[in-house]
Protein backbone atom coordinates (compact mmCIF):
# COMPACT_ATOMS: atom_id res chain seq x y z
CA UNK A 1 0.00 0.00 0.00
CA UNK A 2 1.47 3.03 -0.71
CA UNK A 3 1.90 6.02 1.57
CA UNK A 4 -0.77 7.96 -0.80
CA UNK A 5 -3.52 5.20 -0.72
CA UNK A 6 -2.84 5.23 3.24
CA UNK A 7 -3.54 9.27 3.64
CA UNK A 8 -6.23 8.76 1.60
CA UNK A 9 -7.75 6.17 3.68
CA UNK A 10 -7.12 7.56 6.89
CA UNK A 11 -8.74 10.89 5.64
CA UNK A 12 -11.52 9.48 4.29
CA UNK A 13 -12.48 7.27 7.75
CA UNK A 14 -11.63 10.84 9.74
CA UNK A 15 -14.52 12.38 6.99
CA UNK A 16 -17.16 9.86 7.72
CA UNK A 17 -16.22 9.49 11.32
CA UNK A 18 -16.85 13.10 11.96
CA UNK A 19 -20.02 12.91 9.69
CA UNK A 20 -21.26 10.46 12.60
CA UNK A 21 -20.22 12.76 14.99
CA UNK A 22 -22.26 14.98 13.33
CA UNK A 23 -25.14 12.89 13.12
CA UNK A 24 -25.28 11.67 16.59
CA UNK A 25 -24.79 15.78 17.51
CA UNK A 26 -27.91 16.71 15.23
CA UNK A 27 -29.85 13.95 16.81
CA UNK A 28 -28.57 14.99 20.41
CA UNK A 29 -29.88 18.38 19.76
CA UNK A 30 -33.13 17.81 17.68
CA UNK A 31 -33.55 16.17 20.93
CA UNK A 32 -34.15 18.85 22.81
CA UNK A 33 -36.47 20.31 21.35
CA UNK A 34 -39.82 19.89 23.56
CA UNK A 35 -42.42 18.08 22.03
CA UNK A 36 -45.87 20.32 22.30
CA UNK A 37 -49.08 19.30 21.67
CA UNK A 38 -49.81 19.26 18.07
CA UNK A 39 -51.54 22.75 17.59
CA UNK A 40 -54.45 21.22 15.49
CA UNK A 41 -56.89 23.54 16.70
CA UNK A 42 -55.05 26.63 15.25
CA UNK A 43 -53.88 24.80 11.99
CA UNK A 44 -57.60 23.58 11.33
CA UNK A 45 -58.92 26.94 12.36
CA UNK A 46 -56.48 29.40 9.99
CA UNK A 47 -57.07 26.38 7.38
CA UNK A 48 -60.36 27.17 7.00
CA UNK A 49 -60.25 30.51 6.91
CA UNK A 50 -58.02 30.91 4.20
CA UNK A 51 -59.98 28.22 1.99
CA UNK A 52 -63.28 30.70 3.00
CA UNK A 53 -60.98 33.64 1.54
CA UNK A 54 -60.13 31.37 -1.17
CA UNK A 55 -63.50 30.49 -2.33
CA UNK A 56 -64.47 33.97 -1.51
CA UNK A 57 -61.55 35.67 -3.99
CA UNK A 58 -62.59 32.84 -6.88
CA UNK A 59 -66.33 33.85 -6.69
CA UNK A 60 -65.09 37.39 -6.64
CA UNK A 61 -62.80 36.71 -9.36
CA UNK A 62 -65.55 35.28 -11.56
CA UNK A 63 -68.26 38.03 -10.76
CA UNK A 64 -65.70 40.27 -12.16
CA UNK A 65 -64.95 38.91 -14.87
CA UNK A 66 -68.49 38.30 -16.18
CA UNK A 67 -69.06 42.29 -15.21
CA UNK A 68 -66.01 42.93 -17.42
CA UNK A 69 -67.28 40.34 -20.11
CA UNK A 70 -71.07 41.83 -20.03
CA UNK A 71 -70.05 45.68 -20.40
CA UNK A 72 -67.54 44.62 -23.30
CA UNK A 73 -70.32 42.61 -25.20
CA UNK A 74 -73.02 45.06 -24.39
CA UNK A 75 -73.85 47.46 -27.33
CA UNK A 76 -72.83 50.83 -25.95
CA UNK A 77 -69.86 49.24 -25.17
CA UNK A 78 -68.67 48.34 -28.78
CA UNK A 79 -65.11 50.06 -29.96
CA UNK A 80 -68.40 51.61 -33.02
CA UNK A 81 -70.19 53.02 -30.22
CA UNK A 82 -66.86 54.32 -28.06
CA UNK A 83 -66.38 56.42 -31.21
CA UNK A 84 -70.47 57.19 -31.65
CA UNK A 85 -70.59 60.50 -32.94
CA UNK A 86 -67.93 59.70 -36.09
CA UNK A 87 -69.66 56.48 -36.86
CA UNK A 88 -72.84 57.56 -36.04
CA UNK A 89 -72.68 60.26 -38.04
CA UNK A 90 -71.18 58.50 -41.04
CA UNK A 91 -73.74 55.78 -41.02
CA UNK A 92 -75.93 57.12 -43.75
CA UNK A 93 -78.53 55.19 -42.15
CA UNK A 94 -79.54 56.84 -39.36
CA UNK A 95 -77.17 60.32 -39.77
CA UNK A 96 -78.72 62.00 -36.87
CA UNK A 97 -79.01 59.05 -33.77
CA UNK A 98 -75.48 60.04 -32.97
CA UNK A 99 -76.69 63.31 -32.76
CA UNK A 100 -79.56 62.97 -30.61
CA UNK A 101 -78.67 60.04 -27.97
CA UNK A 102 -77.55 61.39 -24.63
CA UNK A 103 -74.83 59.19 -25.04
CA UNK A 104 -73.31 60.83 -28.36
CA UNK A 105 -73.84 64.21 -26.59
CA UNK A 106 -71.55 63.10 -23.86
CA UNK A 107 -69.26 61.73 -26.08
CA UNK A 108 -65.63 63.45 -25.70
CA UNK A 109 -64.59 64.89 -29.04
CA UNK A 110 -60.77 64.85 -28.38
CA UNK A 111 -58.85 64.02 -31.86
CA UNK A 112 -56.58 61.68 -29.83
CA UNK A 113 -59.91 59.33 -29.20
CA UNK A 114 -61.09 59.31 -33.25
CA UNK A 115 -60.27 56.81 -35.58
CA UNK A 116 -58.65 57.11 -38.93
CA UNK A 117 -61.12 57.15 -41.61
CA UNK A 118 -60.83 55.51 -45.08
CA UNK A 119 -63.46 56.98 -47.73
CA UNK A 120 -66.48 54.99 -48.85
CA UNK A 121 -66.78 53.98 -51.86
CA UNK A 122 -70.79 53.91 -51.17
CA UNK A 123 -70.48 57.26 -50.46
CA UNK A 124 -69.61 60.14 -48.08
CA UNK A 125 -71.23 59.95 -44.83
CA UNK A 126 -74.57 61.65 -44.37
CA UNK A 127 -74.78 65.06 -43.24
CA UNK A 128 -75.97 65.42 -39.92
CA UNK A 129 -79.62 66.50 -39.25
CA UNK A 130 -78.55 68.90 -36.15
CA UNK A 131 -75.11 69.90 -35.60
CA UNK A 132 -74.25 69.76 -32.05
CA UNK A 133 -71.79 71.60 -30.16
CA UNK A 134 -68.20 69.72 -29.20
CA UNK A 135 -69.44 66.47 -31.74
CA UNK A 136 -67.33 65.02 -34.00
CA UNK A 137 -68.94 64.30 -37.35
CA UNK A 138 -67.56 62.10 -39.82
CA UNK A 139 -66.86 64.11 -43.12
CA UNK A 140 -64.97 63.89 -46.20
CA UNK A 141 -63.52 66.65 -47.63
CA UNK A 142 -63.61 67.30 -51.29
CA UNK A 143 -60.15 68.92 -52.51
CA UNK A 144 -61.89 69.73 -56.04
CA UNK A 145 -61.41 73.21 -55.14
CA UNK A 146 -57.97 73.01 -53.27
CA UNK A 147 -58.12 73.68 -49.68
CA UNK A 148 -59.76 77.59 -49.31
CA UNK A 149 -62.33 76.01 -47.64
CA UNK A 150 -65.11 73.15 -46.71
CA UNK A 151 -68.86 73.36 -46.48
CA UNK A 152 -70.20 71.34 -43.54
CA UNK A 153 -73.43 71.50 -42.02
CA UNK A 154 -74.95 74.00 -44.86
CA UNK A 155 -72.16 77.16 -43.97
CA UNK A 156 -68.69 77.69 -45.86
CA UNK A 157 -65.87 77.19 -43.34
CA UNK A 158 -62.90 79.26 -44.02
CA UNK A 159 -59.49 78.10 -42.86
CA UNK A 160 -57.66 79.79 -40.20
CA UNK A 161 -54.09 78.78 -41.50
CA UNK A 162 -52.89 77.65 -44.60
CA UNK A 163 -53.12 74.12 -44.86
CA UNK A 164 -50.20 71.45 -46.77
CA UNK A 165 -52.14 68.52 -47.56
CA UNK A 166 -50.42 64.79 -47.09
CA UNK A 167 -49.19 63.04 -50.06
CA UNK A 168 -51.46 60.13 -51.43
CA UNK A 169 -54.57 61.57 -51.36
CA UNK A 170 -57.04 59.98 -54.25
CA UNK A 171 -60.58 60.04 -55.08
CA UNK A 172 -63.24 57.92 -53.26
CA UNK A 173 -62.77 54.94 -55.82
CA UNK A 174 -58.89 55.02 -55.81
CA UNK A 175 -56.31 56.77 -57.29
CA UNK A 176 -57.22 59.02 -60.52
CA UNK A 177 -61.05 58.06 -59.82
CA UNK A 178 -61.93 61.41 -59.22
CA UNK A 179 -60.97 64.75 -57.26
CA UNK A 180 -58.69 63.95 -53.94
CA UNK A 181 -60.79 63.77 -50.95
CA UNK A 182 -59.31 63.73 -46.88
CA UNK A 183 -61.39 61.49 -45.00
CA UNK A 184 -62.02 63.32 -40.90
CA UNK A 185 -64.33 65.05 -38.65
CA UNK A 186 -65.69 68.10 -38.57
CA UNK A 187 -66.66 69.17 -35.08
CA UNK A 188 -68.34 72.75 -34.72
CA UNK A 189 -66.42 74.25 -31.60
CA UNK A 190 -68.19 77.66 -31.12
CA UNK A 191 -71.05 79.95 -33.07
CA UNK A 192 -68.44 81.01 -35.44
CA UNK A 193 -65.87 78.20 -35.31
CA UNK A 194 -65.22 74.64 -35.98
CA UNK A 195 -62.26 71.86 -36.34
CA UNK A 196 -61.27 69.63 -38.86
CA UNK A 197 -59.42 66.48 -37.84
CA UNK A 198 -58.21 63.72 -40.10
CA UNK A 199 -56.24 61.42 -37.46
CA UNK A 200 -53.35 59.39 -39.59
CA UNK A 201 -53.29 62.40 -42.60
CA UNK A 202 -53.04 64.89 -40.60
CA UNK A 203 -51.21 65.56 -37.50
CA UNK A 204 -52.43 68.98 -35.95
CA UNK A 205 -56.63 70.22 -36.32
CA UNK A 206 -57.33 72.46 -38.93
CA UNK A 207 -58.59 75.53 -37.50
CA UNK A 208 -61.51 77.03 -39.32
CA UNK A 209 -64.10 79.93 -39.08
CA UNK A 210 -67.62 80.66 -40.36
CA UNK A 211 -67.07 82.15 -43.74
CA UNK A 212 -69.88 85.47 -43.96
CA UNK A 213 -70.71 83.66 -47.08
CA UNK A 214 -70.70 80.77 -48.98
CA UNK A 215 -68.79 79.88 -51.66
CA UNK A 216 -67.50 78.19 -54.90
CA UNK A 217 -64.81 77.01 -56.78
CA UNK A 218 -65.58 78.54 -59.94
CA UNK B 1 -65.62 8.03 -3.83
CA UNK B 2 -63.60 11.15 -2.55
CA UNK B 3 -64.20 11.33 1.10
CA UNK B 4 -66.66 14.04 3.09
CA UNK B 5 -65.03 16.78 4.29
CA UNK B 6 -64.77 15.83 7.57
CA UNK B 7 -63.64 12.47 7.04
CA UNK B 8 -60.48 14.63 4.62
CA UNK B 9 -60.18 16.73 8.22
CA UNK B 10 -60.26 13.32 10.35
CA UNK B 11 -57.44 11.84 8.53
CA UNK B 12 -55.84 15.27 8.72
CA UNK B 13 -55.93 15.22 12.03
CA UNK B 14 -54.20 12.03 12.60
CA UNK B 15 -52.04 12.32 9.89
CA UNK B 16 -50.87 15.72 11.83
CA UNK B 17 -50.38 13.85 14.99
CA UNK B 18 -48.34 11.01 13.69
CA UNK B 19 -45.91 13.79 11.39
CA UNK B 20 -45.69 16.58 13.91
CA UNK B 21 -43.32 15.08 16.16
CA UNK B 22 -40.93 14.68 13.63
CA UNK B 23 -41.31 17.78 11.57
CA UNK B 24 -41.06 19.80 14.60
CA UNK B 25 -37.50 18.34 15.28
CA UNK B 26 -35.86 19.36 12.10
CA UNK B 27 -37.79 22.41 12.29
CA UNK B 28 -35.55 22.77 15.37
CA UNK B 29 -32.58 21.95 13.66
CA UNK B 30 -33.42 24.17 10.55
CA UNK B 31 -34.44 27.42 12.73
CA UNK B 32 -32.17 26.96 15.24
CA UNK B 33 -34.57 27.88 17.95
CA UNK B 34 -37.34 26.23 19.65
CA UNK B 35 -40.02 28.98 19.34
CA UNK B 36 -39.65 29.32 15.63
CA UNK B 37 -39.20 25.49 15.17
CA UNK B 38 -42.72 25.50 17.16
CA UNK B 39 -44.11 28.19 14.11
CA UNK B 40 -42.30 26.10 11.52
CA UNK B 41 -43.91 23.12 11.99
CA UNK B 42 -47.54 24.64 12.71
CA UNK B 43 -46.91 27.03 9.37
CA UNK B 44 -46.03 23.58 7.48
CA UNK B 45 -49.19 21.66 8.85
CA UNK B 46 -51.05 24.52 7.49
CA UNK B 47 -50.11 24.67 4.16
CA UNK B 48 -50.62 20.28 4.70
CA UNK B 49 -54.02 21.21 5.24
CA UNK B 50 -54.61 23.53 2.34
CA UNK B 51 -53.64 21.24 -0.11
CA UNK B 52 -55.13 18.03 1.60
CA UNK B 53 -56.88 15.65 -0.55
CA UNK B 54 -56.19 17.08 -3.54
CA UNK B 55 -54.07 14.48 -4.33
CA UNK B 56 -54.25 10.91 -3.88
CA UNK B 57 -50.85 10.01 -5.14
CA UNK B 58 -49.21 10.61 -1.81
CA UNK B 59 -46.87 7.59 -1.40
CA UNK B 60 -45.09 8.73 1.42
CA UNK B 61 -46.57 11.35 3.57
CA UNK B 62 -43.91 11.67 6.08
CA UNK B 63 -41.88 12.76 2.70
CA UNK B 64 -43.96 15.19 2.14
CA UNK B 65 -44.65 16.37 4.99
CA UNK B 66 -40.96 16.92 5.30
CA UNK B 67 -40.60 18.28 2.23
CA UNK B 68 -43.60 21.07 3.28
CA UNK B 69 -41.81 21.86 5.69
CA UNK B 70 -38.29 22.34 4.21
CA UNK B 71 -40.23 24.69 1.31
CA UNK B 72 -41.94 26.54 4.15
CA UNK B 73 -38.79 27.16 5.68
CA UNK B 74 -36.78 28.44 2.29
CA UNK B 75 -40.01 30.20 1.68
CA UNK B 76 -39.57 31.99 5.21
CA UNK B 77 -35.90 32.38 4.33
CA UNK B 78 -36.61 34.29 0.83
CA UNK B 79 -39.15 36.55 2.91
CA UNK B 80 -37.64 36.87 5.45
CA UNK B 81 -33.86 37.17 4.54
CA UNK B 82 -33.16 40.37 5.75
CA UNK B 83 -34.41 39.52 9.30
CA UNK B 84 -31.91 36.41 9.69
CA UNK B 85 -27.97 36.82 10.49
CA UNK B 86 -25.72 34.50 10.43
CA UNK B 87 -24.09 34.49 13.89
CA UNK B 88 -20.55 33.63 15.41
CA UNK B 89 -21.95 34.01 19.04
CA UNK B 90 -25.72 33.63 19.80
CA UNK B 91 -25.49 35.44 23.05
CA UNK B 92 -26.97 32.65 24.88
CA UNK B 93 -24.84 31.97 28.00
CA UNK B 94 -22.90 28.93 28.48
CA UNK B 95 -23.49 26.97 31.36
CA UNK B 96 -20.57 25.01 32.24
CA UNK B 97 -22.03 23.75 35.20
CA UNK B 98 -25.27 21.96 33.58
CA UNK B 99 -25.59 18.37 35.10
CA UNK B 100 -26.31 17.39 31.15
CA UNK B 101 -23.22 15.58 29.85
CA UNK B 102 -22.16 17.04 26.75
CA UNK B 103 -24.19 19.94 27.12
CA UNK B 104 -21.60 22.41 26.20
CA UNK B 105 -20.21 20.34 23.19
CA UNK B 106 -24.07 20.56 21.72
CA UNK B 107 -24.59 24.16 22.54
CA UNK B 108 -21.39 24.50 20.22
CA UNK B 109 -22.74 22.50 17.51
CA UNK B 110 -26.22 24.63 17.83
CA UNK B 111 -23.94 27.46 17.07
CA UNK B 112 -22.57 26.50 14.34
CA UNK B 113 -25.20 25.41 12.86
CA UNK B 114 -26.85 28.68 13.22
CA UNK B 115 -23.68 30.78 11.87
CA UNK B 116 -23.78 28.92 8.85
CA UNK B 117 -26.08 29.78 5.96
CA UNK B 118 -29.48 28.77 6.07
CA UNK B 119 -29.03 26.59 2.90
CA UNK B 120 -26.29 24.86 3.94
CA UNK B 121 -27.41 24.58 7.07
CA UNK B 122 -30.67 22.55 5.36
CA UNK B 123 -28.39 19.98 3.06
CA UNK B 124 -26.28 19.43 6.49
CA UNK B 125 -29.65 18.52 8.16
CA UNK B 126 -31.03 16.36 5.65
CA UNK B 127 -27.84 14.50 4.97
CA UNK B 128 -27.13 13.84 8.46
CA UNK B 129 -30.33 14.23 10.73
CA UNK B 130 -32.68 12.91 7.82
CA UNK B 131 -30.30 10.50 6.27
CA UNK B 132 -31.05 11.30 3.23
CA UNK B 133 -28.97 10.68 -0.19
CA UNK B 134 -27.75 13.48 -2.54
CA UNK B 135 -29.86 13.05 -4.78
CA UNK B 136 -32.93 12.38 -2.91
CA UNK B 137 -32.03 15.89 -0.89
CA UNK B 138 -31.31 17.28 -5.04
CA UNK B 139 -34.88 16.46 -5.85
CA UNK B 140 -36.57 17.45 -2.33
CA UNK B 141 -34.78 20.84 -3.02
CA UNK B 142 -34.93 21.30 -6.62
CA UNK B 143 -31.75 21.42 -7.34
CA UNK B 144 -28.52 19.49 -8.46
CA UNK B 145 -26.60 16.89 -6.82
CA UNK B 146 -23.56 19.06 -7.74
CA UNK B 147 -25.48 21.76 -5.56
CA UNK B 148 -25.88 19.18 -2.33
CA UNK B 149 -22.26 18.06 -2.36
CA UNK B 150 -20.80 21.40 -2.25
CA UNK B 151 -23.44 22.81 -0.05
CA UNK B 152 -22.48 20.18 2.23
CA UNK B 153 -18.73 20.19 1.61
CA UNK B 154 -18.83 23.57 2.50
CA UNK B 155 -20.97 23.84 5.40
CA UNK B 156 -18.84 20.57 6.87
CA UNK B 157 -15.63 22.56 6.34
CA UNK B 158 -17.36 25.61 8.18
CA UNK B 159 -17.88 23.46 10.95
CA UNK B 160 -14.97 22.10 11.37
CA UNK B 161 -13.52 25.73 11.43
CA UNK B 162 -16.40 26.38 14.63
CA UNK B 163 -16.74 23.36 16.48
CA UNK B 164 -14.47 20.49 17.16
CA UNK B 165 -16.54 17.21 15.82
CA UNK B 166 -15.51 15.39 19.13
CA UNK B 167 -18.99 15.56 20.95
CA UNK B 168 -20.02 11.83 21.78
CA UNK B 169 -16.46 10.66 21.03
CA UNK B 170 -16.08 10.19 24.89
CA UNK B 171 -19.63 9.02 25.20
CA UNK B 172 -19.16 6.00 22.93
CA UNK B 173 -16.37 5.04 24.85
Redesign the interface.
Known sequence: MSGYEHDGRQSEGHQLHQQELLRSGLRALADRQEQVSVPIGAVLAEGRRQRRIRVFGLAAAVAACTLAAGLLTHPLSTPSARTAPAVAATASTRPSAAATTPRAAATTPAAAALAKRQLDPAGPPAPPAAVRQGQAYAFDWNLQCGTPFLVFAGRTWDLVAPLHLPAGLHGRHGVRSGPPELPGYVTVTGPGSARFDAPGYLAQPVLLRAAPAARSCV | MRDSPSDR?AEF?SF??HV??AM??????LTGD?DT??DLA?AA??RI??SWGRSNAWDNPSAYARKTLVNVHATWRRRFWHREVPHEDPGEPLRPDDPAQ?WS??VD??RA?AALPAAQRTV??LR??E?LSVAEVAQLLGCSEGTVKSRTSRG?ER??GQVE?????GRRG
Do not use: C, K, W
Open positions: EIAAHPLRTARLPAQQLLYLGDLLELLVFYDLMRLSYGA
